[in-house]
């Protein structure tokens, strides 16, 4: 039975879940997950779940399952574990780096029911791409308790690096390549490399990803702030002011529009940016968008406070008008994603541009509380249906960068990536509890309504009302698909 979204949840929300019980972890024999809500990008429904092995066996009415572990799931909603698209873990950054590792980063993110990341592996300029992937791997093999894949970030294409684009995508699975317009002198590429990339990735089925923002104009900015004595968190806010993203993000798409690479925007914090993947679409054009939880729910206000610098990535938090407008831009479908750019630091990293604005590393903490935030933010205030939630936070993840139907859905054959979730359920983010490793949040004392219960992966409960029942390995790294820029 079909039924109309909103008035099945409010009905829905009318009972609350009770505690599930799950007795056993290892599902050799199957899971049956009886009496839950399933939501997907496209259906609401209730049905049961059939998992065995590592995928979803069967969907409908009444199922039964000799020898399975039957679960009650009354009164949650049964989802695609989140795919969380931008997080960089472990990564070297600023003279530091980032706190989470594989280990502690894919466990948070399965705590807050994210099933799979893709992290960035960034090339040092003189160097290859597989000298990058070599150390990348080194620092992930045997560490994930989830599921990763990751993107590749050209700092330096030359006629060696584009000969290794085909190899990434055919042989390693790796079909998306991250571009820099900005940090100049560190892993910026110019507009030459970037249209000699673009040709490249496109010739062998593989999409182009880009940190959208002007790094002359920024890096102009920021010098002259600093000449100034102009040297709190607020001027790193206003060295990176909404043209300068706005700016890049036309110029990204024209040189994409040229190329007719798949092209796809990390991280889109402003109203100005917005405008121009809507001038792309004017000609026939998708440019993909991905905004941050983040820049849909805090704002530059926060730059004036003293701890402003916990608050400090790249592009900084805007203005409410733009919290509007990207709200609206998901509801619309110019937006396709929401991430996280999960790049966390630890107070006494935070401290080393105590002095100066421009050497506090930055980046933020979010990869635990993606899906929760934006459930109770999102769905819960009646901004996006839960439908939007799952297609965000999962379905449009998966399907750009080259995982769907494998992952991102509920589907008969899909990965058992799913979550419980409850969305009664009260709760109140802090450091004190999260398992991020940092010792602050962004989102301190904040009231959420909706809260994962049990996060599965490929078949097995991985947390279970906060309690971790898989080993540090379990998780496995994702070939990708070629993509094609469609949806
Ligand atoms: O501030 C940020 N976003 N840090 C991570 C690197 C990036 O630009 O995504
Ligand atoms: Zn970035
Ligand atoms: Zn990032």
Known sequence: MQLNAWSFAEDNYLFS??????????HTMGLLIKNGTVV???DFHRADVL???EHVKAIGHDLKADGAEVVDAKGMFVMPGGIDPHVHLDMPFMGTFSSDDYSTGTLAALHGGTTTVIDFILQTQGKSLRHALETWQGRMNGNLFGDLSWHMAVTDFNDDTKKEVKEMIEQEGITSFKTFMAYKGALMIDDRQMVGLMNEVKAHGGIVTVHATNGDMIDFLVQKHRTEGKLSPLYHYLSQPEITEAEATGRFADMASYTGVPAYIVHMTCEGALNHVREAARRNQRVLAETCIQYLLLDASLYEKPDGAKWVMSPPLREKKDQAALWGAIDQ???QVVATDHCPFSMEQKAMGKDDFSKIPNGHPAIEHRMELLFSEGVNKKRITVN???EVTATNPAKIFGMFPR??????????DIILFDPNEKHTLSAKTHHMNTDYSGYEGMQLT???????LRGQVAVHNGEVKIKKGYGQFVKRNKVSGML
């Open 407 to 416: 992952k991102g859905t509920i589907g008969i054959g899909s990965d058992a």
């Open 333 to 335: 479908g110019t937006v």
């Open 40 to 42: 997907t990008a496209a």
């Open 388 to 390: 939007k939630f799952v």
């Open 17 to 26: 879940a009770f505690d599930i019980a799950i007795k056993q972890y290892d």
């Open 450 to 456: 909706g809260k994962v219960k049990t996060t599965i």
């Open 51 to 53: 998992i065995e092995g």
